[in-house]
């Protein structure tokens, strides 16, 4: 695959204040953070006194991350740009503010007095580590700007954009040296409307993020298919800007962005999960709309259901297996990996000097099991059964005898859309709209 190619930022249409709210494109400080919907509809003063995401390293992989913005001040690391054309990782020039947006959702903590005007991110605690790509027509791959991330300490990784083209060995290599470090990678589905997928967010391992509004439905132009995982708020989305200090927006790269946010406030709260476990309470306490429940899933249009952070971070949940939702990582060979952690490490130790020896000693192992097996056996022919026979009352497999080890649950089998299992959290209109 050439380097040049097309990776749009999944942004969607940038909505007119004056058309929304009946006030000017630029609203008042207050106004802003009124307009930020998700927060009252996630109960983010509730969620706050658990997990402010305060620890967790978020990398944005987007157009570069205005650092200066008020609202999010303090709260960038220096990161780096893989284009060219002027600014870097964290200082755009200005064309594209998509990047700065994100960083806002995730992280933005506002601005005066107690952080009370401007937008604020649903992890604010977090900190963002801008990797600057082209978002425009003459991107590249994202498979070193991703391992950029994973080398520099991120242990969430948001994607808010959609490729065109096939990924690249190189990227789906990418994509599983992520997964092999503990990193949630979560990806934007696109904005088409389509069942087209749309990379990265199909690549398997990636949690792929479509979009809903405050009733709780899919946003008509939320891409779906079978890889949809999760779905968040995307329309009327409040977020910061560059060329003006906020923007309006509706897209599938906002939803991902609050999911990119909910798992970061998880990573804090439970620093000792995988990033399959993350995800794992992610989809296990997710909601759904009322028609939906009791349908399987994940559902090619809601996936698991609508996050719900709050939840998340405190519902008793499982941890469950390392991978949770997502594929076992395929090793060298093909083969799926073990699904203890030391597992790989363990076999990559092995020498084959080791490995005959194990071998050997299983073989003469068998041999000796064998040998005492038949001297028993001429034994009891000698003596007779016991009395009751083998195995106790009921014989092999009867109460007191030989029971099969029970096979463990698939822990998806039951989903969460058993009836009456997630009433509705978010209410049906925000306040005063």
Same mark, same amino acid.
């Not at 802003?32 to 620890?55: C, E, M, N, Y």
């Not at 030391?342 to 040998?371: D, F, N, R, T």
């Not at 039951?414 to 978010?426: I, K, N």
């Given at each position: 695959? *050439?380097?040049?190619?097309?990776?749009?930022?999944?942004?969607?249409?940038?909505? %007119?204040?004056?058309?929304?709210?009946?006030?000017?494109? $630029?609203?008042?400080?207050?106004?802003?953070?009124?307009? =930020? !919907?998700?927060?009252?509809?996630?109960?983010?003063?509730?969620? !706050?006194?658990?997990?402010?995401?305060?620890?967790?390293?978020?990398?944005?992989?987007?157009?570069?991350?205005? %650092?200066?913005?008020?609202?999010?001040?303090?709260?960038?690391?220096?990161?780096?740009?893989?284009?060219?054309?002027?600014?870097?990782?964290?200082?755009?020039?200005?064309?594209?503010?998509?990047?700065?947006?994100?960083?806002?959702?995730?992280?933005?903590?506002?601005?005066?007095?107690?952080?009370?005007?401007?937008?604020?991110? +649903?992890?604010?605690?977090?900190?963002? +580590?801008?990797?600057?790509?082209?978002?425009?027509?003459?991107?590249?791959?994202?498979?070193?700007?991703?391992?950029? #991330?994973?080398?520099?300490?991120?242990?969430?990784?948001?994607?808010?954009?959609?490729?065109?083209?096939?990924?690249?060995?190189?990227?789906?290599?990418?994509?599983?040296?992520?997964?092999?470090?503990?990193?949630?990678?979560?990806?934007?589905?696109? &904005?088409?409307?389509?069942?087209?997928?749309?990379?990265?967010?199909?690549?398997?391992?990636? +949690?792929? $993020?479509?979009?809903?509004?405050?009733?709780?439905?899919? !946003?008509?132009?939320? *891409?779906?298919?079978?890889?949809?995982?999760?779905?968040?708020?995307?329309?009327?989305?409040?977020?910061?800007?560059?060329?003006?200090?906020?923007?309006?927006?509706?897209?599938?790269?906002?939803?991902? #962005?609050?999911?990119?946010?909910? %798992?970061?406030?998880?990573?804090?709260?439970?620093?000792?999960?995988? %990033?399959? =476990?993350?995800?794992?309470?992610? $989809?296990?306490?997710?909601? +759904?709309?009322?028609?939906?429940?009791?349908?399987?899933?994940?559902?090619?249009?809601?996936?698991?259901?609508?996050?719900?952070?709050?939840?998340?971070?405190?519902?008793?949940?499982?941890?469950?297996?390392?991978?949770?939702?997502?594929? /076992?990582?395929?090793?060298?060979?093909?083969?799926?990996?073990?699904?203890?952690?030391?597992?790989?490490?363990? /076999?990559?130790?092995?020498?084959?000097? $080791?490995?005959?020896?194990?071998?050997?000693?299983?073989?003469?192992?068998?041999?000796?099991?064998?040998?005492?097996?038949?001297?028993?056996?001429?034994? &009891?022919?000698? &003596?007779?059964?016991?009395?009751?026979?083998?195995?106790?009352?009921?014989?092999?497999?009867?109460?007191?005898?030989?029971?099969?080890?029970? *096979?463990?649950?698939?822990?998806?089998?039951?989903?969460?859309?058993?009836?009456?299992?997630?009433?509705?959290?978010?209410?049906?209109?925000?306040?005063?709209?």
């Amino acid at each position: 695959m *050439s380097f040049t190619r097309t990776l749009r930022a999944v942004g969607g249409t940038v909505v %007119a204040g004056a058309l929304l709210f009946g006030a000017a494109p $630029v609203a008042s400080a207050d106004q802003i953070r009124h307009d =930020q !919907w998700p927060l009252r509809s996630f109960g983010a003063d509730d969620v !706050w006194k658990v997990s402010t995401g305060k620890g967790v390293t978020v990398a944005v992989i987007d157009a570069p991350v205005d %650092a200066s913005h008020p609202d999010l001040k303090g709260s960038v690391l220096p990161g780096k740009s893989f284009f060219g054309g002027g600014g870097t990782a964290d200082h755009p020039d200005g064309r594209e503010e998509h990047g700065t947006a994100m960083a806002s959702l995730i992280a933005g903590h506002g601005h005066g007095p107690g952080g009370a005007d401007g937008v604020k991110g +649903l992890a604010p605690g977090a900190k963002i +580590l801008p990797v600057g790509i082209d978002v425009g027509d003459a991107g590249g791959s994202y498979a070193k700007p991703l391992r950029y #991330a994973v080398d520099h300490g991120a242990t969430v990784v948001n994607m808010s954009f959609e490729d065109y083209e096939e990924t690249s060995s190189a990227e789906k290599a990418a994509v599983d040296y992520a997964r092999k470090h503990d990193v949630v990678v979560v990806a934007s589905s696109g &904005n088409t409307g389509s069942s087209i997928p749309r990379l990265p967010s199909a690549v398997p391992g990636v +949690l792929a $993020v479509g979009a809903v509004d405050i009733d709780l439905k899919v !946003w008509k132009f939320s *891409s779906y298919g079978p890889h949809i995982k999760l779905l968040a708020p995307g329309l009327h989305i409040r977020s910061a800007g560059v060329e003006t200090p906020y923007r309006l927006a509706n897209g599938t790269s906002d939803s991902t #962005a609050y999911v990119s946010a909910a %798992a970061a406030l998880l990573r804090s709260k439970f620093p000792d999960l995988t %990033a399959g =476990q993350i995800a794992n309470r992610l $989809v296990k306490t997710a909601g +759904l709309p009322n028609d939906m429940k009791g349908k399987k899933l994940p559902d090619s249009h809601y996936g698991y259901g609508f996050i719900r952070p709050f939840k998340a971070l405190t519902a008793d949940i499982p941890a469950g297996s390392e991978n949770g939702p997502l594929p /076992a990582l395929k090793d060298g060979s093909g083969k799926e990996a073990g699904d203890g952690k030391g597992s790989e490490q363990a /076999a990559k130790g092995m020498s084959p000097g $080791v490995i005959i020896g194990i071998v050997g000693g299983v073989v003469g192992l068998l041999v000796v099991v064998l040998i005492v097996v038949l001297v028993v056996k001429k034994k &009891n022919r000698r &003596n007779g059964p016991p009395p009751g026979g083998f195995g106790g009352p009921g014989g092999q497999g009867g109460p007191g005898g030989f029971v099969p080890y029970p *096979s463990q649950p698939n822990p998806y089998q039951q989903q969460p859309s058993a009836p009456g299992a997630y009433p509705p959290a978010w209410p049906a209109q925000p306040p005063g709209r």
